[in-house]
């Protein structure tokens, strides 16, 4: 009797953690290639190229389908704004709780105390303005332009009109809603399909970044990494289990706990939040967040919830202000320290190591010199993997708060009801 419960039991635990497992396997199979065997871990980076371009290629369609069909269905517009309205305040509560963490830790430790970086020219560029960057962030001046991932923001707008206006013309019960849904069902078995093969695909794109890199992340930015890693280790286990409670309570946390980490490797091994969207909804889907949330959350997340980028910007701006032996004090230097880097957080675009552009807005809005670029971009290379880390798989929690606001507080109890019944 208690070896057949065992044997069901262990059935069960391979059933929930086999495909985490199997990721995580290859991950440490892939970094220990490439730090011992570095002419092997570039060997194998074509198979992990190949995932990751499997990844991207079908996350503009999957954002578009996703959305359109999750808006074009949805009976009740009032719903839709419910869901959008507390998905913007989600995303504005976190980005503010992680900013103000930050700023409290880097008072206590500096991320530049005893760096001897010697500064090297570069080029900034021309920033653009304030109307000229949201202009660029919403919108874009060509159709076609609308299926590159960099331009995520726009294809969700587009995709949220034009999901609308397939509502307002007959909605589940036209063609074209029949259509997207039916879609929307194809690409998420593509999902499937390429899921399957993540724990070589990962391992090998892993191999060649350690292979590649691992000697540059030692020496003077050293410091900077021992300030921002464990920050974000410490906001993940602190905030995104209270972001949980806040979400559905204990059972909330658990949930959140048992789901988490598929998203999360996948975005540190990427550092891609565009390609964490396939491995986001599937999270959400075993989680029990309703399909409209998660279709309109996720890749909303994928560009405008940035709290590990929010760390990130504010421990570079730290770090450029010891460089330059300037004092990071003051409630004025703060109030912009935060602007800046939720706005520079904002404008990253879904690609790996999108962030030069925020860090060009950082050096230009701050008045650094041209010499401080490369350092900065440095720090992002850095920081990126952790950065996107937080980034991609807080889109998961934020999905069970907005759940939260939308459904009530039982929605979690409802939702493992309802897939108790299905089953």
Known sequence: MSTSSSIIKSKTIWQQYGSLMLILGGIIIGALIGGFAPAAGKAIKPIGDIFLNLLFTIVVPLVFVSISSAVGTMANMK????????????FIFTGLIASACVLIWVNFFSPSAGTTIELTGGEVGQAKTAAELIVSSLTVSDFSLLWNKSNMLPLIIFAIIFGFCVSACGGNESPMGRLLNNFNDIIMKFVDVIMFVAPLGLGAYFANLVATYGPE?????GRSMLVYYPLCLLYA???FPLYAFIAAGKQGVKTMV????????TAFATQSSAATIPVNKEACDAIGVPKDVSDLVIPMGCTMHMDGSVLSSIVKIAFLYGIFDMPFTGTGTYAMAIVVAILSAFVLSGAPGGGLVGEMLI?????FPPEAFPIIATLGFIFDPAATCLNASGDTVASMIVTRLVEGKDWLVKAVSAKRQNV
Do not use: E, N
């Open 363 to 367: 050096v230009s809005m701050f008045g």
């Open 237 to 239: 286990v602190i905030f």
């Open 79 to 90: 719903r839709l704004g419910k869901i959008l309205g507390s998905t913007i305040g989600t």
């Open 217 to 221: 992340i030692v020496g003077d930015y």
């Open 258 to 265: 048992k789901h988490i980490f598929p998203p999360a490797i």
